[in-house]
């Protein structure tokens, strides 16, 4: 792990300078092919061992006949930011089952906010739960459950590191 | 109900033309307000009482970082079939939580059907399934749970039907 | 397999004999060690490849503080059915992510009846749906999803079989 | 309230006297009927608004065919710890969806400790997470959908209150 790298993430607390690079890694990796989360206009505010923090504003397109966020992309960001975490310790991991409580709906408009944290990771399965937000409100708790299915998909590390 | 409309429905088994004809104006009615539903390029291939066919295919934005369909446009392929389900009796009816298993991962370009089926109606609450597939392939598995929350929100039948 | 066991499931229509002849024995095989279904009074109506059907009666040792058969003894039911369906292939075969949607009240001394039967099977991972009625009325509807972690759990069989 | 409740709970911290006192209240008053929990051999170690901490051994009539704690007893301690706390709040509250992932298989004999807490209350619907866990080793995650449906199930304050 180079310096320049060390010195960015000293505020990182408890977690390790490596782990935190490499979900950084992760996710620079992840989003470079992410089409979807591009055209979606999701910002990645954060992302760490086992968490992601992303945003996403509910465009025109994404209101559905109620006139309200269409679940199905209040979903996408929580899925997104559930991805995020789940492949930021650098092992292919796959969504296996998910599953969201809508709780307020999403304003045309509003920027949500997906908080996704790691409760469990054992052997090949994880679970991590995202809380989704608008303000202060919450509109969404999702639960999704990973597989890991394969080696690390991070490009070799750089040299002189 | 009109005559002609009643033919039309002359084929739909055990259902009653009344809820058949409900299914489709409850249709329409969402279709016309629902712009996730046509910007995703969903096409609603039937419904009737408790039931919804859609169809929408994996376009380039909808891909991931695994370079397969990202899970959140499954989601939302299978969630709008499921809200045409449970608002096919014509009450205003909203997803409160749904849970989705994938299952094998769809390819960019190719063509998911879901078929929403009620398996339960009790009082405002219903579960619907809805399965997603490409071909011969089942790609998820989705189960929803609705909540009935208001009257109806069909416009009044128009005159001389 | 044997031919008079052939003969035995001669009637199982579309099942092949070796599978609904494997079903059988694996459900003898998990019971005589399930201390708990024994306990619960469960009873096994049927089995077959995929599917099974229990029994159980609401005990008044089963009721909660609302006086109705509590959430974990329908579950357990439910539960068991699956784990019947899911071993029915003489794999080993776990639980691993399971959820329940209670529709109606249990009446304490009502019998239950579970239906399992498989949704999907792909790989290690299968979906098994649960219906839970007592009667005319459906009590709850439960969704597994199970992991095949290993080889047969099934004794050889019998010499001059 | 009186005096000395408060003074038991002085230590409450964060939460109001009244509702610490609401919450035991309502422990006291389901448990009163709670035949399952009371044959399970369920121990209430805490109660608080929105939270309560549970206990149970896992018994010889509660493992099976893989020699294992049954999904159905684990389910049982996770939904009973979950109904305390959302019936913490003194209004009757049922378990509407309920959704568990089997992590690690309990043991025969082992100690369960089951935490419930609160994690959204929007109107009449809750959302409780439920870590099962033995010593170090978490067991289980479950995640309860609670529906309020009516007003106070407490008995009448005592007098001079």
Redesign the interface.
Known sequence: MGSSETVLHEGAGAHAPDKQAIAERAAK????????????GVEILAVGPGSATLAMVVG????????TA????I???A??AF?YAC?SHGQ?T???????????PGRRGGRLIAEARE??C?GR?G?Y?VRISAGDE?IA?F?G?SRTIGGSFLPAAPEAK
Chains 1, 2, 3, 4 share one sequence.
């Open positions: 990796t992840l989003w470079s092919t992410d089409r979807a989360a591009q055209a979606l025109d397109d994404m209101v559905n006949g109620h006139d269409h679940g199905g992309f979903f996408a960001l899925d997104t991805a492949n292919v796959v969504a296996a089952h998910c599953a969201i409580t809508f709780i307020r409760i469990s054992a399965s679970i739960d919450v708790e639960r459950h």
